[in-house]
């Protein structure tokens, strides 16, 4: 959904996080509906405008919505549309509201769905706090990685969140010889 801009161009109302946050909201509202979800009650589109804070109207938000349905809708019948990363984490999510249920299978049976929901990637950030301050420090104004990281495995993720540990480890212990080094050094000029 574009507006307007003062220049004349269209501008993005809706950001690609936004689109995210509303699809995985909607998820959770749902949870006890089995997909396809035909319609969106007015009080879950109420409690969405309050969760994205009323950056939002309810018909901006209907309207988004819609057209997250029909480019589902597109991404089904032609699969090769799905090219970008952030389209396939909408493709994912909106298959879970729109898409047809399917029986599970035998192996996810026994795994559960949370295992199944691991494998793709839970979205939470916040559990790698090393990986996402380096990247934050590397990529200050770039918000592609936080959404490649969000599509990836929670055991990818956790590794390179330990890597990420092991390395500021490494590090505090080189700047405690440094320090030891100049203390030294300062010691034996002085005398």
């Known amino acids: 959904m574009s507006a307007p801009s003062p220049n004349g161009r269209f501008s993005r109302v809706f950001s690609e996080s936004d689109e995210i946050r509303i699809l995985r909201f909607l998820i959770r509202a749902t949870n006890s509906l089995s997909p396809p979800i035909t319609t969106i009650g007015t009080p879950t589109i109420n409690r969405l405008v309050e969760r994205l804070n009323h950056r939002f109207t309810p018909s901006q ?35 879970r509201i729109w898409g047809k249920k399917k029986a599970p299978k035998k192996a996810d049976k026994l795994r559960g769905a949370e295992t199944v929901e691991s494998r793709e990637g839970d979205g939470d950030l916040e559990k790698y706090p090393y990986l996402v301050a380096e990247f934050s420090r590397i990529l200050p104004d770039n918000e592609v990685w936080k959404e490649r ?17 092991l390395l500021k480890v490494e590090e505090a212990k080189l700047v405690a010889q440094k320090a030891e080094l100049v203390h030294r050094q300062i010691m034996e000029i002085m005398e």
């Not at 938000?61 to 389209?87: A, E, Q, S």
């Not at 599509?151 to 956790?158: C, F, M, V, W």
């Open 61 to 95: 938000i209907n309207d988004k919505l819609r057209r997250l349905r029909d480019k589902f809708r597109k991404h089904v019948n032609n699969k090769y549309l799905v090219k970008t990363h952030h389209d396939r984490r909408l493709y994912k999510l909106s298959r």
């Open 149 to 165: 990281l969000k599509g990836l495995e929670e055991s990818k993720l956790r590794k390179m969140d330990q890597e990420w540990v």
